[in-house]
């Protein structure tokens, strides 16, 4: 059964930092990742999609990796910002339609 | 495109009572997902259509539960009756996708039931 785990549960930061966050998965089997972000009160944003077979996606001051074989994927945040605080999780697809999602990084980037 | 709609945005009920949650999904995709989120349990995946069909309610906590998807822009999650253990966020979220491959999800602002 695929399990995803993200760590740490919860990082604060002063504004300005570059931080990591970390997705592992326990089966190498997927297909693609997303990393998605949800500030309180609303839905999630998806904001990369890696498919199995590349190993990063940047968009902006965000960079996600991926590496399959050792199940573990990344999200790099370039000069974090305050309004970079929010929760963070990431989810992997493992075909017939389902998704599963982490418990979420909740992230505050203090100003 | 407005993305996935959903409403209302909050209900507040008496425990008995039948809950009608509602989800339009973005127009041309083809997948369409109900999920539930609680503090102790996370993001759980209830229910999923494709091509308006059900795949899988394997999610579903009980027969309670019951989810429809007349056409490809409307789908409706129904409780009833209602308990004070349903009370959670409940997110529609809609793809394009296939049984080996699925682009990005888009979620609607979610559902706040809160269940007297």
């Known amino acids: 059964k695929q399990e995803v785990t993200q760590i740490p549960a919860a990082l604060s930061v002063p504004e300005g930092e570059n931080l990591v966050l970390n997705c592992s998965f326990t089966?190498?089997?997927?297909?693609?990742l997303q990393w998605f972000r949800q500030d309180p009160g609303k839905g999630l944003t998806s904001l990369l999609l890696?498919?199995?077979?590349?190993r990063e996606q940047t968009s902006g001051r965000l960079n996600a990796s991926l590496d399959k074989s050792s199940g573990r994927s990344t999200l790099y945040i370039a000069a974090s910002q305050p309004g970079d605080s929010a929760t963070y999780l990431c989810?992997?697809?493992?075909?017939?339609?389902?998704?599963?999602f982490g418990a979420g990084t909740r992230l505050f980037v203090k100003a | 495109d407005a993305g996935v709609i959903q409403s209302p945005r909050h209900e507040v009920t008496e425990m008995g009572q039948e809950v009608t949650l509602r989800c339009k999904p973005i127009?041309?995709?083809?997948?369409l997902f109900w999920y539930r989120q609680t503090m102790m349990r996370g993001l759980e995946l209830l229910i999923y259509?494709?091509?308006?069909?059900?795949?899988?309610d394997s999610g579903m906590p009980e027969d309670r539960f019951s989810a429809k998807m007349p056409n490809a822009s409307f789908s409706t999650l129904k409780i009833q009756p209602s308990e004070p253990r349903d009370s959670a966020v409940y997110f529609c979220?809609?793809?394009?996708?296939?049984?080996?491959?699925?682009?990005?999800?888009?979620f609607g602002s979610g559902t706040q039931l809160s269940v007297l």
């Open positions: 979220a809609s793809s394009l996708g296939g049984v080996d491959s699925q682009e990005k999800l888009f």
């Open positions: 089966d190498s089997a997927i297909y693609n």
């Open positions: 890696i498919q199995s077979s590349q």
């Open positions: 989810a992997v697809y493992t075909g017939g339609f389902k998704t599963i």
């Open positions: 127009s041309g995709h083809n997948s």
């Open positions: 259509f494709n091509n308006n069909v059900p795949i899988d």
